[in-house]
């Protein structure tokens, strides 16, 4: 199609071409003299005028998004800046307290990594046989105690425990690590025994006079003693049980998982939870099966009793002598009360009453009878340990 203007590209890519950017008053000034220009006198000047209005308007379109442009670019700015001040604050705050975590903090006290020793007046041995020494401790990361943190206690409240933290660890000696247990150590701190994992923990608290090694006892327990008195704890450092006993055996030497306590001179059991399971009252207590299978012999005082297999009291500790049953007949077993003999069978039941000053053997002057002797008087019982009628 034939243009009206054949020379409009030529101005318009003058205006494409002009120099950017263009002032304010440049704009002004074309739009003057094209408004100037634009006065036409005929149909024809207005022709002939055209393409300088066109080149003009190109040149304002040009500058216009300049300007626009120019406009963006400094709200976007002073909105940045706007976001500057306001994060800026949050930002140094956070730098405040990443420098703050750049020293090393163990038990909520400052501890300086190149002067661990200076806090201990004791030379630290490191373990020779372990990876993990005692500097380890202070180098490992420390995870803050939201319980540590001191509560205040209102006055009208009901009174509390006032939580004070971690204790700060500070030791008369520190053992080598692994030698009881892995990754512990043994500490000492005012005569007193405890342990303390390679974290810095406390797994066992200095409380006791005297740890054994674990294993000797019993697997996974260890022989403890406070105040003169022995208790175990176990491979986590819990009391499993309390320090109350003046001794305690090794386990399995007189039954399967229980171990042989003493306590004010007497005798019981407790099994492998740390459970009672024969109270410590008993004088002296035989060992298992040595009367009766399955049954252990028991003193309190000056009697005798039996316990079973569970640690119950079968027989009351009331008879001054028992013997071994099967001896005079099979199931039963001689016992003496008051200076008198009997019999029990194997439950624990009296079949012949305490009330004879002797008793013989079965079948010694005939098959199944036994020679008694009574008020000096002497007669038969029967295998019922009945009286034989003459």
């Not at 001191?150 to 009901?158: G, L, R, T």
């Amino acid at each position: 199609m034939k243009t009206l203007y054949p020379d409009i590209d030529h101005y318009f890519a003058a205006a494409r071409q002009a120099p950017l950017p263009v002032s304010i008053d440049t704009v002004k000034g074309i739009v003057a003299k094209g408004a100037v220009a634009a006065v036409p006198k005929s149909l024809s000047s207005i022709v002939k005028s055209k393409p300088f209005i066109m080149s003009t308007l190109a040149v304002v379109t040009t500058a216009t998004i300049v300007t626009t442009v120019s406009i963006i670019n400094n709200k976007v700015d002073e909105k940045h800046d706007k976001v500057n001040k306001e994060i800026t604050p949050v930002v140094n705050v956070v730098k405040e307290r990443k420098e703050d975590k750049a020293s090393v903090h163990f038990y909520n006290n400052p501890v300086n990594p190149e002067k661990v020793s200076e806090s201990f007046s004791f030379p630290i041995v490191p373990d020779e046989t372990h990876d993990t020494t005692i500097e380890n401790i202070f180098k490992a990361p420390v995870t803050e105690n939201k319980d540590s943190i001191i509560k205040p206690i209102n006055c009208c409240d009901k009174k509390e425990d006032v939580k004070t933290g971690p204790r700060t660890m500070s030791y008369d000696r520190i053992d080598p690590f692994g030698v009881y247990q892995p990754y512990w150590a043994l500490v000492k701190q005012s005569g007193l025994l405890g342990f303390i994992d390679t974290s810095g923990r406390e797994v066992v608290e200095p409380l006791y006079d005297r740890i054994d090694f674990y294993d000797a006892i019993r697997v996974n327990f260890a022989l403890v003693k406070q105040n003169g008195l022995y208790g175990l704890i176990d491979n986590t450092g819990k009391e499993v049980v309390h320090c109350i006993y003046d001794k305690i055996d090794p386990f399995d030497i007189y039954h399967k998982n229980w171990a042989m306590v003493r306590m004010d001179g007497n005798f019981g059991y407790i099994d492998d939870n740390g459970n009672e399971v024969v109270p410590a009252i008993y004088r002296k207590i035989f060992p298992y099966d040595t009367n009766r299978s399955g049954w252990a012999l028991v003193k309190i005082d000056d009697r005798y009793g039996f316990i079973d297999s569970d640690g119950k009291e079968v027989v009351p500790t009331v008879y001054e002598e028992i013997g071994v049953f099967g001896d005079y007949r099979e199931n039963w077993a001689l016992v003496k009360s008051n200076g008198l003999l009997g019999f029990i069978d194997n439950t624990g039941k009296e079949v012949v009453p305490p009330q004879y000053n002797e008793i013989g053997y079965f079948g010694e002057f005939r098959e199944g009878w036994a020679k008694v002797k009574l008020d000096g008087q002497y007669s038969f019982i029967d295998m019922n340990g009945k009286a034989v009628e003459q």
